[in-house]
């Protein structure tokens, strides 16, 4: 067995491939010329089952059955997600047609050729027009080099400019400190002196942490922060992490390393009990880093009436907010049903699904012709709306993420090393070069496996 | 004794002998057919098949750029200083975590086999930790024993006022032995529980009157016969524990935000597996990994196994 | 006299034990069945509450409604049943094949069922996933009855383990009254075999009924386990898990095998015959 039966597996998934459209470097929307492709023709002729991988709170059986009942030649066949049995799937030739999945894995799944070209489909759509699309489409967007520019590969279900910030006003009153205004950004250096001031103990015990923020994700505020002076955590070549080497990128690692230690956020060696959405809904942050997606979930009883929402912040001076998730879905290269699994496609982002989606104030819709279906009838909603009219303006360029490695390498390697630096087991310095030594082995083996 | 004779009795005697051997042999594969049968088609494919992954560079996607690598993933992981780190953190977790699962739960079965009242109650109620599912025994755990807001530390601050251990952070292991026990120690309870049931109860009365006390009677009587049955029950807590993995990532202080992996202590062989193949898409790697954790659960039990000549007790060998 | 006073401050000494160590053992228990009747801001607070506010009984009928409990219920009963009615037969089979005969092969073959519980399940996970998709078998319950009739290795050691410490005069008695093999076990082995039977099938239905990994990969969606759907089932429209309807359903799923352990650890009663031997 061995190499052989891998060998011979190998081709015979080659050989069930379907022939996927090659993507015209050029993506303008009328360069409708794919002749050659699988030609994506209008709804009567799409039939037969869908697989879909995603979430069933994303999904749920009314909306399954609804969709079957206006399109009876399509069946769904819904698994839900799961990173092994995507894996498995993958290996046994069988991927499904339409998965979930997220802005920062979209460049390590289009080098291994796993994403399929959707720009035909969205060519002729009544549905997804081109410039309909709001700016975190781009995480999809393709021409062969960089990731913001060129052919659709998937779009995103529901987005939020990720970088604003949710302040508790009770926390301040507490701090007596002012509550800022909401229509200029703060800087990070103010953030980070708030945050000493509202932080609260009691002895050895924390009461509340001066700032808040998803500790999985702070490797893509780094890279937004990096990106308004133009620079970014990888080498241009994405060939490795350059943090080092990089007196910005050190600056703004360093920056994050201090609050940890500080002891004002929640961190390794003083964790809060739950995550940071969680704990702000308690009173146990001052101010949270969350998207407008937060505000649906911010008052809670604790917190009701206390909570105003604030623009991003700036690292130095240049206005950025992008999405840093994007999630939305996806057709496989190998789908066995393209057309029918389009069908889908449209209708979960362009049909009832995302008009309720918008209504439900969870997200800002994928499609701006949407966007004035998000709520806006309680104070708190209308001040959010505020807000979040600001930054859409900022929220175009997308993040680049690094196509050899999967989306979690970095901000595992940096937790795991923070964690000793905290302890004192290493400087900083050692932390860093630890955080690039194991991602650069990590992109090494991504670049020769693309070989 | 003529040559006839003799000759006649060994023939018939060989006969017979042959024909009781090869009878036994028919009835021993014959029972245990249904497990050949199932072995053979639904595990020795997926066996070789992941031994086959082991030797390559397989990512967990892509099978187009798979290369083969011999032996280049086994050679690796001498040199992985996580790894070795990872065997000596599991190594630890084993030696504290089987003395104490298995002394447990001996120590509830026989508390329990005493014809207590409410007995039924009471076991059911040690039971019930193993039958959570252990997603949500660990969620309760890491509130329980939250620094900040857990209830282990409100206890202690009626004691010290201001204590806020990190009981997660800094005692990660201790936490994490006294939490699989908990977990586990419920089953075990089933299982030997079971076992003491096969020993007479007459041999322990005869003690008795003979004057004995029941501590007495349940060290030299009771446990030896129990032998087969804790012997099950160690190997089967060594070879868990070796490949503990989920444990640790479900006692992370702060899984759905901070802390990605588990408290440098807690980083057991089989959960830094598990961040190879899933984070850093390692996934001929990791397998390799595997198979190495697997030649080593092996050789242990190969040695406990040679060690049960010693103490425990078989009726039949 | 003295005997019975000695007797009954022991058996008060044992209760009275039993009695703190149940209380201190059950802690998180209590914690979880309290965190399942707060709201959502209630259940992490300093300073810490034991009890809430207002019992939130509401949680459980979500716990009910938003997951669809009842049809993943069945559909765990019914494989759990299903899985360990066959696991326990063909493992006692194999278990009494490897105790009580000697045959060429039979430590080696042995090995072979050791072996298999030293393998970590990851290295065959996707390489099983994909036998199963050629064989069409992903999707059913079909891997379940396979897995079921081939026994499984735990409990062929378990029952290779009663089996050893079963009095050799019982099988000797049987043979020389002319009993085949297959009679003896059947007769004489199991209905000695009690507390190993109760046991193992306590511990096989719980594995199915708590098993994550498999459904998650062979199972889709509408017959899917209810520990898959337990991990995702309540959560708001971003995902966020609902934590205190969470542990409302996890009371509700293992009430379940509490209740059968309840009702099953009665038969861990039973002793072996041993009239007329001696």
């Known amino acids: ?451 | 004794m003529t040559a006839v004779q003799l000759s006649g009795a060994g023939r018939r005697r060989g006969w017979r002998f042959r024909g009781r051997a090869w009878r036994e042999a028919v009835s021993f594969y014959g029972f245990i057919a249904p497990w050949l049968i199932g072995f053979v088609l639904l595990s020795v494919v997926p066996l070789v098949f992941g031994l086959g992954i082991s030797l390559t560079n397989y990512d967990g996607l892509n099978l187009d750029s798979v290369r083969f690598l011999g032996l280049q993933n086994y050679a690796r992981a001498l040199h992985d200083a996580e790894a070795l780190f990872g065997i000596s953190r599991t190594a630890v977790f084993t030696a504290l975590y089987v003395p104490l699962a298995l002394t447990f739960a001996l120590f509830l079965a026989g508390l329990l086999n005493q014809d207590v009242r409410g007995r039924g109650a009471f076991r059911t109620l040690f039971y019930l930790p193993y039958v959570i599912p252990i997603g949500a025994a660990a969620w309760v755990w890491r509130l329980v024993a939250d620094g900040n807001y857990g209830l282990l530390n409100a206890l202690l601050h009626l004691l010290r006022p201001g204590t806020a251990v990190q009981w997660l952070a800094n005692y990660a292991t201790q936490v994490l032995v006294v939490f699989v026990v908990w977990t586990s120690v419920g089953g075990a309870m089933v299982i030997l529980l079971a076992g003491l049931q096969g020993i007479p109860k007459e041999l322990r009365e005869a003690a008795l009157i003979d004057g004995a006390t029941p501590l007495r009677t349940f060290f030299a009587i009771t446990v030896p016969l129990l032998t087969p049955v804790l012997f099950f029950q160690l190997v089967m807590n060594l070879i868990g524990a070796l490949q503990t993995m989920v444990a640790p990532m479900l006692l992370i202080p702060q899984p759905m935000g901070f802390n990605v992996l588990p408290p440098q202590d807690n980083r057991l062989y089989m959960t830094f597996v598990y961040f190879e193949i899933f984070t850093k898409a390692r996934f001929g790697y990791g397998t390799a990994l595997l198979w190495i954790l697997f030649l080593l659960v092996l050789a242990l039990t190969l040695v406990v196994f040679a060690t049960s000549r010693f103490w425990v007790h078989y009726e039949v060998e | 006299m003295q005997r019975s006073i000695t007797r009954r401050l022991r058996q008060s000494t044992v209760y009275f034990f039993l009695l703190v160590a149940a209380v201190a053992f059950l802690t998180p228990v209590a914690w979880l069945l309290v965190t399942s009747l707060k709201k959502e801001v209630e259940y992490i607070s300093w300073p810490v509450r034991f009890l809430p506010a207002v019992p939130q009984w509401a949680n459980y009928r979500l716990a009910v409604t938003m997951g669809n409990f009842a049809r993943y219920a069945t559909n765990s009963a019914i494989l759990s049943t299903a899985y360990t009615s066959l696991v326990v037969i063909s493992s006692a089979l194999a278990g009494f094949g490897f105790a009580r005969h000697h045959a060429p092969g039979r430590d080696a073959l042995f090995m072979m069922v050791l072996a298999m519980l030293m393998v970590p399940g990851m290295v065959t996970v996707i390489p099983q996933f994909m036998l199963f998709a050629q064989l069409h078998l992903t999707n059913t319950y079909w891997p379940w009855v396979l897995w079921g009739l081939s026994g499984s290795p735990f409990h062929i050691f378990l029952f290779r383990q009663f089996f050893s410490a079963i009095p050799k005069e019982l099988e000797d008695a049987a043979e020389v009254d002319g009993c085949g093999r297959f009679r003896i076990f059947w007769q004489i082995f199991l209905p000695n075999s009690g507390p190993a039977l109760a046991a193992s099938a306590i511990l096989a239905f719980n594995w199915v009924w708590g098993d994550y990994i498999y459904p998650k990969m062979f199972l889709t969606g509408a017959n899917t386990t209810l520990a898959v759907q337990l991990v995702s089932a309540y959560a708001d429209p971003k995902g966020n898990p609902l934590v205190t309807v969470t542990m409302a359903a996890v009371v509700l799923y293992t009430l379940p095998l509490v209740v059968l352990f309840f009702v099953a650890q009665k038969h861990i009663i039973q002793g072996i015959v041993t009239t007329g031997l001696k």
């Open chain 1, 1 to 451: 067995m061995g190499v052989g039966g891998l060998g011979a597996l190998g081709v015979g998934l080659a050989a069930c491939a379907q022939p996927t459209p090659t993507a015209a470097p050029q993506a303008e929307p009328t360069k409708a010329s794919a002749a050659t492709q699988v030609p994506p023709t209008a709804k009567p002729a799409a039939g037969g089952t869908v697989v879909f991988m995603h979430q069933r709170n994303e999904w749920s059986e009314d909306q399954e059955k609804q969709f079957m009942a206006a399109n009876p030649a399509i069946k769904v066949e819904f698994i839900q997600f799961d990173a092994t049995r995507f894996m498995a799937m993958n290996a046994a030739g069988n991927p499904p047609d339409l998965f979930r999945l997220q802005g920062p894995e979209v460049p390590d799944y289009l080098a291994r050729k796993i994403l399929k070209n959707l720009q035909p489909f969205f060519d002729i759509s009544t549905v997804l027009k081109a410039d309909d699309l709001a700016p975190s489409n781009n995480y999809y967007k393709w021409d062969g080099k960089t990731i913001g520019k060129g052919d659709l590969y998937g779009m995103c279900k529901d987005w939020s400019p990720d970088f604003t910030l949710f302040a508790n006003k009770k926390a301040f009153a507490e701090a007596n400190v002012p509550v800022p205004a909401d229509d200029k950004p703060l800087t990070y250096q103010e953030i980070a002196q708030l945050a000493s001031k509202l932080t609260k103990k009691e002895g050895d015990r924390t009461l509340r942490w001066g700032f808040g923020y998803h500790g999985d994700w702070i490797d893509r505020t780094m890279m937004n922060m990096l990106a308004e002076t133009g620079k970014s955590l990888f080498a241009d070549d994405f060939s490795r992490l350059a943090i080092s080497d990089n007196p910005e990128a050190v600056k703004v690692a360093r920056y994050w390393f201090d609050l940890a230690k500080a002891n004002v956020v929640a961190n390794p060696l003083n964790p809060s009990p739950q995550w940071a959405g969680d704990d702000f809904t308690k009173g146990l942050l001052g101010v949270v880093q969350y998207g407008y997606w937060f505000s649906a979930m911010a008052e809670s009883d604790v917190t009701k009436d206390n909570v105003v929402m604030l623009p991003a912040p700036t690292w130095a001076g240049v206005r950025r907010d992008p999405t840093m998730t994007a999630t939305g879905m996806a057709m496989t290269a190998k789908a066995k049903n393209p057309e029918a699994a389009w069908v889908l496609f449209e209708w979960y982002n362009g049909g009832q699904p995302a008009i309720d989606r918008a209504k439900s104030g969870w997200g800002v819709p994928a499609l701006k012709s949407q966007y004035k279906l998000m709520p806006a009838e309680t104070p708190f909603q209308k001040q959010c709306q505020k807000v979040l009219q600001g930054e859409l303006q900022y929220a175009s360029d997308a993040l680049q993420f690094n196509p050899f490695i999967k989306a979690d390498v970095v901000i595992t390697a940096w937790n795991k090393y923070l964690e000793q630096a905290l302890r004192g087991k290493m400087t900083f310095e050692e932390m860093l070069k630890s955080v690039e030594k194991e991602t650069n082995d990590a992109i090494k083996e991504g670049i020769s496996r693309l070989g």
